[in-house]
């Protein structure tokens, strides 16, 4: 077993959606699911899902090898901010190296982590793709 | 409180020692200060590791080694603070010491990297980050310096040949430490023909993997009476904290660095100019980012000031000495001591009165600052 299931079963709603904390007190926003805000430590927060659009603000082709990111390689490792104003990191998918663009619009999607191949369990995530405008 | 002196220091050369275990590096490295003598008085032992729960499998890793060196009843703990554990250790061994509880500490730095291949040290040491947020998401710290050495060339119109400077002169300093592990000069089209780990970070801009221990003994006043070696003060020990790369407003500001720095200078006197310097360059962006947020280069200028500079990394830094994580920042104390010192490191001498060491885990996610001073 390659991640603990109890870490993914209880992150499941950020990990597959995208979630933020809004801080009550200093109105920031930060990524991710939280209970006391990064900025101000106030405990007045509320958690929001991200409508997933955003832009790549800067991003980088990696390389780095690590016995568990091997399914997807190169990987396109990007700080996105997202129209909410607040910065994540993921991975970018579905796109070709010479098509990514520094303020490209990305949207969120459910991708494939890694699994425990070959009869184990597979483990999702949010990526973000090139936008598919409708 | 009290003062702190360096009694020794000790180290080994960073290399890949397959034959040789962990307590077989310590013991390496501690000869020279149980030829001392200086052991007899010890009070506590710390000891810095980052991997050794992974790689090594092994848990209260200090006590396993006080047993087998025959320390015992020594007490001892282990720190990690991800990369700076070794700069962490020094400091809690200092405040072992200002505060009165221990007269003497043995601080041991040990990481055993080659155990596992290096993809397996890879995925464990991308656990420096925050596990449930990046690691998982498969970010691992060098994405966060290319992401930072992208920002850095298009914000002041940096090419990428021009950051080759900082490798090639840390390769030409290491090739003088007898300490180092890349002790080979390298030029521009080696730096840049090298392979890719995340564009535009190629491998000679990165850490080199390899396996180290340094020691470090600290004393108090009473302590430094009994020793015969060349003894420094350890004048300032401080460090700070900041926020993931995601949260922060300016992914080329250092605001632990800077938070650190300025309580340094606000509670000692220090000119930088005078004092020989040795900075967390784990990737080589980041020397330029830390001699930026230290004041030495203004802001996009670093890259200009590197040639210019003779009080740097004289020991190759991490770059070309190595980076055995938490063997690390007892390495750079040790190596600022040496170099200070009347004796030298090999052929490395500096005639100056200070040291300062900065140490750091991933992009600044913590910083220290240790100070060190000559007394005689």
């Known amino acids: 077993?390659?991640?603990?299931?109890?870490?993914?079963?209880?992150?499941?709603?950020?990990?597959?959606?995208?979630?933020?904390?809004?801080?009550?007190?200093?109105?920031?926003?930060?990524?991710?699911?939280?209970?006391?805000?990064?900025?101000?430590?106030?405990?007045?927060?509320?958690?929001?899902?991200?409508?997933?659009?955003?832009?790549?603000?800067?991003?980088?082709?990696?390389?780095?090898?690590?016995?568990?990111?091997?399914?997807?390689?190169?990987?396109?490792?990007?700080?996105?901010?997202?129209?909410?104003?607040?910065?994540?990191?993921?991975?970018?998918?579905?796109?070709?190296?010479?098509?990514?663009?520094?303020?490209?619009?990305?949207?969120?999607?459910?991708?494939?982590?890694?699994?425990?191949?070959?009869y184990g369990l597979i483990y999702y995530g949010i990526k973000f793709i090139p936008r598919v405008k409708k | 409180m009290r003062n702190v002196y360096i009694v020794s220091a000790s180290m080994i050369k960073v290399d890949r020692y397959f034959n040789k275990s962990y307590k077989e590096l310590v013991l390496d490295a501690l000869t020279k200060i149980l030829d001392e003598g200086s052991v007899e008085h010890i009070d506590y032992t710390v000891v810095s590791t980052l991997l050794s729960d992974s790689i090594l499998h092994q848990l209260d890793l200090s006590t396993v080694l006080t047993q087998h060196l025959g320390l015992n009843p020594i007490p001892s703990l282990r720190v990690e603070t991800g990369e700076s554990s070794g700069l962490t250790a020094i400091e809690l061994g200092y405040s072992l010491i200002a505060s009165g509880k221990a007269d003497s500490v043995l601080v041991v730095g040990?990481?055993?990297?080659?155990?596992?291949?290096?993809?397996?040290?890879?995925?464990?040491?991308?656990?420096?980050?925050?596990?449930?947020?990046?690691?998982?998401?498969?970010?691992?710290?060098?994405?966060?310096?290319?992401?930072?050495?992208?920002?850095?060339?298009?914000?002041?119109?940096?090419?990428?040949?021009?950051l080759t400077i900082w490798p090639i002169k840390m390769h030409d300093n290491a090739s003088r430490n007898p300490y180092a592990q890349l002790r080979f000069r390298v030029d521009r089209d080696k730096v840049l023909n090298s392979i890719t780990i995340a564009e535009p970070i190629k491998l000679l801009d990165a850490f080199p993997v390899g396996d180290g221990s340094a020691i470090i003994l600290l004393g108090s006043e009473r302590?430094?009476?009994?020793?015969?070696?060349?003894?420094?003060?350890?004048?300032?020990?401080?460090?700070?904290?900041?926020?993931?790369?995601?949260?922060?407003?300016?992914?080329?500001?250092?605001?632990?660095?800077?938070?650190?720095?300025?309580?340094?200078?606000?509670?000692?006197?220090?000119?930088?100019?005078?004092?020989?310097?040795?900075?967390?360059?784990?990737?080589s962006i980041y020397a330029y980012l830390i001699l930026e947020e230290l004041g030495i280069a203004p802001r996009g200028k670093a890259p200009n000031t590197v040639d210019k500079l003779n009080n740097v990394n004289l020991s190759g830094g991490l770059k070309a000495r190595g980076h055995p994580f938490g063997a690390t920042g007892i390495y750079q104390v040790a190596e600022a001591y040496s170099i200070l010192s009347d004796r030298g490191l090999g052929e490395l001498k500096y005639n100056g009165k200070y040291g300062l060491i900065h140490s750091m885990s991933g992009p600044d996610y913590n910083s220290r600052l240790c100070l060190i001073e000559k007394v005689m």
Request: glycine residues 4%.
């Open chain 1, 1 to 118: 077993m390659r991640y603990s299931i109890p870490i993914f079963w209880r992150n499941k709603y950020s990990y597959y959606r995208l979630e933020l904390t809004k801080c009550k007190k200093c109105g920031k926003v930060a990524f991710f699911r939280r209970s006391i805000c990064p900025y101000c430590r106030s405990r007045e927060v509320e958690v929001i899902t991200s409508k997933g659009i955003g832009k790549v603000v800067t991003y980088t082709v990696s390389y780095f090898r690590g016995s568990t990111n091997l399914e997807s390689y190169p990987r396109i490792i990007a700080l996105i901010e997202l129209s909410e104003g607040v910065k994540v990191i993921g991975e970018l998918s579905d796109v070709k190296l010479e098509d990514i663009k520094e303020g490209m619009e990305v949207e969120a999607v459910l991708r494939r982590y890694s699994s425990d191949d070959p």
């Open chain 2, 110 to 162: 040990v990481e055993k990297l080659t155990e596992y291949p290096t993809n397996i040290i890879n995925e464990n040491y991308s656990k420096i980050l925050d596990y449930e947020i990046e690691t998982i998401r498969n970010i691992s710290p060098p994405d966060y310096a290319a992401l930072i050495m992208k920002e850095y060339m298009k914000r002041y119109r940096i090419k990428r040949e021009e």
């Open chain 2, 223 to 283: 302590t430094l009476r009994r020793s015969n070696s060349e003894c420094m003060k350890v004048t300032y020990i401080t460090s700070s904290t900041s926020q993931p790369i995601y949260l922060r407003d300016d992914i080329l500001e250092f605001t632990a660095l800077r938070k650190t720095f300025k309580t340094l200078q606000e509670g000692s006197r220090l000119d930088l100019e005078e004092a020989l310097l040795e900075i967390h360059d784990s990737y």
